[in-house]
């Protein structure tokens, strides 16, 4: 059955057809055939058949491209309150890590459907995502019904090499069990907890499965100076050197850069992926971001993980994106709202490698779809809807979320998930592991 939301305002985030004050959108199964005016769709595909058309009234909503978390780590909703005020390093290795060792499997399936509940509320219909037991997490994602790239967390050299490898196996055979839905990536951590030859391997899988790599990249000082004292360049120009950049890099934070680093992403289509809520939470400084994007590198959004941010608000990053740039350059004029809605949508898209398929309303892409309820006083007096959004917007404004043509929040209401047993579930782990 065909779904036609009408009497809906769009954003479209297509270049071409950006704005319908009162429009319509028309979807079959997964795919979008129509976004417009009522009047040139009846024009173009003749009067529909209303008796095959299952119709949305959108009055008093804005639709929009559903947001993209292009960096997380889903499942760690557990350590959400649980080590704060500390440094990157400290964080990782005396509070995260450890934790991160009780965990067992079967685990992270609960968690990550806490997540995915957390980012459907927040109009979040795709994300890419690192961690480690992947089964688990794309077991969720398939359940819930949200798109997803997927990248088994690497280390290593270590005794669990072989064992990591294997859920990298697993993890690519999701891909055709869910049409697509869920993809994947190679996921070596980051420069320092990777060793050479171990990054030169989770390159050679990257290209065996034909897939990008969604690494950690100069997220802190420390980080640089590490790689500096080690190897006497930067992360940046160590991954170059080391062959990654032949491939589709995705890199996370982006932090600390040189324009030497700037310059060699920009030229080898790097994508970053800023995460201001973790970076300052965190200590890591402010991403130059709009240095990054007068040299033409693609920059996306991500909450990183919950234990991190603390919660999984692209809405927010959005928000929080534009007003640093702001303070952090002195100039009023760095990162518009437009800029930051396209990082919180079609960027997104493109750093998922997924920019033909999601990231705008339009037809033949994916029925990806938020309606955002624009009637609290937060988006009066009526003006620029992208102004509003991205500076007076909140996550439960989000009223409904369709995913690949299936609704899954509904009025507020989350649809393909329990989230009274989700939080039970949550419970019972988070009570174990912190014994």
Not at 119 to 132: E, H, L, Q, R
Not at 143 to 171: I, Q
Not at 405 to 413: A, I, N, S, T
Request: proline fraction near 4%; glycine fraction near 6%.
């Amino acid at each position: 059955m065909k779904t036609l939301i009408q009497n809906v305002e769009i954003i479209t985030m297509d270049a071409q057809n950006p704005y319908y004050p009162e429009g319509v959108i028309l979807f079959s199964g997964d795919t979008i055939e129509y976004v417009g005016c009522l009047s040139e769709l009846e024009a173009n595909l003749g009067k529909l058949c209303m008796d095959e058309v299952k119709v949305v009234d959108g009055k008093g909503m804005l639709a929009l491209p559903g947001f993209i978390n292009a960096h997380t780590h889903i499942a760690m909703t557990a350590f959400r309150g649980y080590a704060d005020n500390l440094p990157l390093s400290e964080w990782l290795s005396e509070k995260i890590w450890p934790m991160e060792d009780r965990l067992k499997p079967g685990d992270s399936y609960w968690l990550s459907l806490l997540g995915a509940a957390e980012m459907i509320s927040a109009g979040v219909t795709a994300f890419s995502d690192m961690y480690m037991f992947t089964p688990d997490i794309a077991q969720a994602v398939s359940d819930c019904g949200m798109r997803a790239v997927l990248s088994r967390g690497l280390t290593g050299p270590d005794e669990n090499t072989e064992m990591k490898f294997k859920e990298v196996e697993e993890l690519a055979q999701w891909q055709s069990r869910t049409k697509g839905r869920i993809r994947m990536m190679m996921g070596p951590h980051s420069v320092y907890t990777c060793s050479p030859e171990f990054l030169q391997t989770c390159r050679q899988w990257a290209e065996r499965y034909r897939v990008g790599i969604h690494i950690h990249l100069s997220e802190t000082a420390r980080e640089v100076a590490d790689c500096m004292r080690q190897y006497d360049k930067t992360p940046v120009r160590h991954l170059f050197d080391l062959g990654f950049f032949d491939l589709p890099v995705v890199a996370a934070h982006c932090v600390h850069l040189t324009h030497d680093d700037m310059d060699l992403m920009a030229r080898y289509h790097v994508k970053a992926v800023h995460c201001p809520s973790s970076n300052m939470k965190l200590a890591s400084g402010f991403a130059p971001v709009d240095e990054m994007l007068e040299r033409g590198i693609t920059v996306s959004l991500g909450t990183d993980g919950a234990a991190s941010n603390n919660n999984l608000s692209i809405l927010k990053e959005m928000s929080l994106a534009a007003l640093i740039a702001k303070g952090y350059t002195g100039d009023a004029r760095a990162v518009p709202a437009q800029t930051a809605l396209e990082m919180a949508t079609i960027s997104g898209a493109k750093a998922l490698l997924m920019s033909d398929e999601i990231g705008s309303l339009k037809a033949g892409k994916k029925a990806d779809i938020q309606l955002i309820d624009i009637s609290s006083p937060h988006y009066y007096p009526k003006e620029d809807p992208v102004v509003h959004l991205v500076y007076s917007g909140y996550s439960g404004d989000i009223n409904t979320v369709i995913i690949n043509g299936r609704v899954v929040m509904q009025d507020r209401e989350l649809v393909t998930i329990d989230l009274d047993r989700v939080c039970r579930e949550v419970d019972r782990i988070v009570k174990r592991i912190r014994l």
